[in-house]
């Protein structure tokens, strides 16, 4: 191979360069923040393509969030000077779970169209299955029963694999039995939740040895960012993918984990379970085939698959654990795929010196850690800076003012971050930057699609699209108001279980008996009737002239229009909105596809706006100028982990502030405040832990420019705290019982990979009692 080599390897250092052209077996590269893992990966897949060695479809390559993806493409389209035609396989791991399984559908009972339900659809639908069992929903929460199968799925188990004591810890030990329920239930809906997507994707390929020879005949090359986040189903179905394909009829035991419940794979590695058993389950999962055996005749490729597997990630940022993930994975990374080249990256590109000293400092508090070494031939730069406020509002208050004049010397404001611990610190910068008139965007916020009238069009359009969606026609059936109350639609429920078909068939069936009063009777065949009419206008019209005729047939535009809260006006705009932005999509299924699985809700960038998000969802990005606010005892880190007991959570949040700090390019800026209101509660706070573990050397403390402040005169001495200790001692008890409560539902775990489930968490994970023992100073 040449030395000079194509222009895209061009600024590569060594190390990166081996990453990149080591292409045949598998490659990890662990290292630090901005060390270039994630450029890698693109150049790796670049090289992959103009070396010839692979067709853009014969890659897999998983990304964390849509966005990512997106960017990827957009990077390897200027290294190769053009833009790549068709990467199907580039997405994250439920988007292209989620394809796969969509081509195979019926194989694991769904049809192709199935509708990917969203978690009030999924509550919605546990509410239903509990009150069949009569269980006291007060008692046993749907949304508590939703989390608990997240984390089950999270951990690749279906029904039957679920430990039997798990499955009895909820509903009088009904658990086990509701989620076999609720998996039939989705079937007949022809539906599947966001973990269904991989779960229902491991299912297809043990069933189905021949899929699975399939994909991995196809995929010569898998990538995979962010490898660290990784949960035991992702990991379960990457290594099935990265099998080298089994002989024809041969038994999937040889070369699959045949027991997904093997205590390993339940993420008890380094418990009390088999110490120094030689003999442990990875090896048989390491176990393949010699050689590639022949192909079956498939028409595909004759290639024989190789395992060119490369993952990149750093355990240092690990923030996904609450969420399912195996930090473990990539730390054995070496043992799955043996002869493993590891590589690691030392040069920081991304920050400033003091910036990455005050990154590296405050995580080597971490106790469980590989350690690493870092560096960066950048100059200083400025120290990294702490401010105290007087509340929260002040803090907004400064950073407004901050923004402005970034904004006044010329700063692009794309190029700005402010990123919170939790999304209901939110609330308080929308409202300031827009009093300001500053423009910003919320990544990972409420998303427009979550709107109840979007969402409330979205029912009508899924509904036509799948007629056995139940739960987007039960959301609509009586919206507008149509006489359809809850005696109707029980009615359509005792219909459609007796009968085992879905509610709208139900409806049809209805409405030619005397069960129901005739008003009623005579609204609900007009809506059949409805339905199956644009279900046939769908034939002759564009997906969005169908929308803009059934918001206005339906009544439902002309709902709002009357409807005389502050809020309508703005209502039919998301509406107007909603149509326009479904002319991107090529018709009504890619675009309910689209819904499905939109994971970043920047909505339109382009324009310059300051970018505001949660920590977790800023993983991987990079700005020139952080803002950090609320690091405060209780809040960041939070409550939950502190009231826990054992460090992992703590280090959890730890590596949080380590993320977060390390996605500043020039400046990082953290902020705390003394006061803060929650629900109208004051609540006093303590400056979080991690100031304390910050390098005097590169911080630097200022002075709140809102005013008042905390009185701060540098340092964090006692004077500080003498300071905070006059505000009482007006503790919210309801956060910290919401705390609690979080707790024992066992870690709060939300099915993984999706951004949304990360508002729900971080807002329930809100806040609490923020006072704790005598601080060390
Ligand atoms: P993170 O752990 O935060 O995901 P990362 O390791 O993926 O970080 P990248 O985002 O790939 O790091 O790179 C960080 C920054 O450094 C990017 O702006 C990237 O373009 C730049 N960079 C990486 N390698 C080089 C290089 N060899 N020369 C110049 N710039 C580089
Ligand atoms: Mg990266």
Known sequence: RATAGPQYLNGLNPEQREAVETLDGPVLVLAGAGTGKTRVLTTRIAHILSQGRARPQEILSVTFTNKAAREMKLRLGQMLGQAVEGMPWLGTFHSIGGRILRIHAELVQLKSNFTVLDVDDQVRLLKQLLQAENIDDKRWPARMLAGLIDSWKNRGLSPSQVPAGEAASFGNGKGGKIYATYQERLKILNAADFGDLLLENIRLFRENPDVLRQYQNRFKFILVDEYQDTNVAQYLWLRLLSQAPSRPGRSLADVIPGDLTSPRLRGEVGSQSDPGEGDSPQTVLVETPPHPDPLPASGESEQPALKNICCVGDDDQSIYGWRGAEVDNILRFDHDFPGAKVIRLERNYRSTGHILAAASHLIAHNEGRLGKTLRTEDVDGEKVTVTGSWDSEEEARAIGEELEELQRSGENLNNVAILVRASFQMREFEDRFVTLGLPYRVIGGPRFYERAEIRDALAYLRTINSPADDLAFERI?????????????????????????????????????????????????????????????????????????????????????????????????????????????????????????????????????????????????????????????????????????????????????????????RRAKIYFATNRRIHGTWSTTIPSRFLDELPAHNVEITESKGGSGWGGSGGYGASRFDNLESFGSSYSTPGWQRAQANRNRGGGGRSGGFEERQSSFTSSDSFSRTKRGPMVI
């Open 477 to 665: 059936v009586n919206v507008p108001k149509r006489g359809l109350g809850d005696a109707t639609v029980q009615l359509l429920h005792d219909h459609a279980r007796k009968r085992r078909i879905p509610l709208f068939e139900a409806a049809r069936a209805v409405v030619e008996t005397d069960e129901l009063k005739p008003k009623a009777r005579g609204s609900l065949r007009d809506l059949v009737m409805q339905f199956d009419r644009w279900r046939a206008q769908r034939e002759v019209t564009s997906h969005t002239e169908l929308a803009e005729i059934v918001l206005d047939e339906s009544g439902y535009t002309e709902m709002w229009q009357k409807d005389r809260s502050a809020d309508a006006a703005g209502r039919l705009d998301n509406l107007k909105e909603l149509v326009r932005s479904m002319e991107e999509f090529e018709n009504l299924q890619g675009f309910l596809e689209h819904i499905s699985l939109v994971m970043d809700r920047d909505g339109e960038a382009g324009d310059e706006a300051v970018s505001l998000m949660t920590l977790h969802s800023a993983k991987g990005l990079e700005f020139d100028n952080v803002f950090l606010p609320g690091w405060e005892e209780g809040l960041f880190p939070s409550q939950r982990t502190l009231d826990e007991q054992g460090r992992a959570g703590l280090e959890e949040e730890r590596r949080l502030a380590h993320v977060g700090l390390t996605r500043a390019r």
